[in-house]
Antibody, heavy 118, light 107 residues
Framework: EVQLVESGGGLVQPGGSLRLSCAAS????????MHWVRQAPGKGLVWVSHINSDGSGATYADSVKGRFTISRDNAKNTLYLQMNSLRAEDTAVYYC???????????WGQGTMVTVSS | DIQLTQSPSFLSASVGDRVTITCRASQGISSYLAWYQQKPGKAPKLLIYAASTLQSGVPSRFSGSGSGTEFTLTISSLQPEDFATYYCQQVNSYLWTFGQGTKVEIK
């Protein structure tokens, strides 16, 4: 079964750091682009970042550029999101997603909640 | 950056209705336009990619069309399991963007 499972969410103080992980299974992880997408409580989907299949290239939304870093370990079939200098407005469910055909996102994890609060 | 605007933001409809949701881009975009369905507390699900290609396993009552700056998602006969929020998504210069969402509720 094709599956993505996020972990690492939790409560963190403003200015703090957190690293999210996304474990992939059921497909050849190393051949797919991967993404992080977030959703604040009661709000819409917001794309955060993407990384290409070998990890050599990544892009970020302006709102997280310079604070968040996406990476991957293809040997461990795992995607990461290092989040630094966290702000209250980063509070959201964070989803990892697989890059599908024609730049769509075809497989999504169940999400992990990040709460930034003092 | 390219903005996507969905209309309507909220839609009330009955089972069996034909429903159309529009996604307008702030400038012309390629065919890299996708549609997703999200139910409360669940992850989004891909319905359509490349503006009009149905994702495997998605019922044929869903269809997509459009090009340039205007795209539509149509549900030909709304079913009880279709009540959800729908999002369009595009990509330009390796930056992905979602529309604000359209919530489809039961009339």
């Amino acid at each position: 079964e094709v599956q993505l499972v996020e972990s690492g969410g939790g409560l963190v103080q403003p200015g703090g750091s957190l690293r999210l992980s996304c474990a992939a299974s059921g497909f050849t992880f190393s051949t797919y682009w991967m993404h992080w997408v977030r959703q604040a409580p009661g709000k819409g989907l917001v794309w955060v970042s993407h990384i290409n299949s070998d990890g050599s290239g990544a892009t970020y939304a302006d709102s997280v550029k310079g604070r968040f870093t996406i990476s991957r370990d293809n040997a461990k079939n795992t995607l990461y999101l290092q989040m630094n200098s966290l702000r209250a407005e980063d509070t959201a469910v964070y989803y990892c997603a697989r890059g599908g055909r024609e730049r769509s996102l075809d497989i999504w994890g169940q999400g992990t909640m990040v709460t930034v609060s003092s | 950056d390219i903005q996507l605007t969905q209309s309507p933001s909220f839609l009330s409809a009955s089972v069996g209705d034909r429903v159309t949701i529009t996604c307008r881009a702030s400038q012309g975009i390629s065919s890299y336009l996708a549609w997703y369905q999200q139910k409360p507390g669940k992850a989004p699900k891909l319905l359509i990619y490349a503006a009009s290609t149905l994702q495997s396993g998605v019922p044929s009552r869903f269809s997509g069309s459009g090009s340039g700056t205007e795209f539509t998602l149509t549900i030909s006969s709304l079913q009880p399991e279709d009540f959800a929020t729908y999002y369009c998504q595009q990509v330009n210069s390796y930056l992905w963007t979602f529309g604000q969402g359209t919530k489809v509720e039961i009339k």
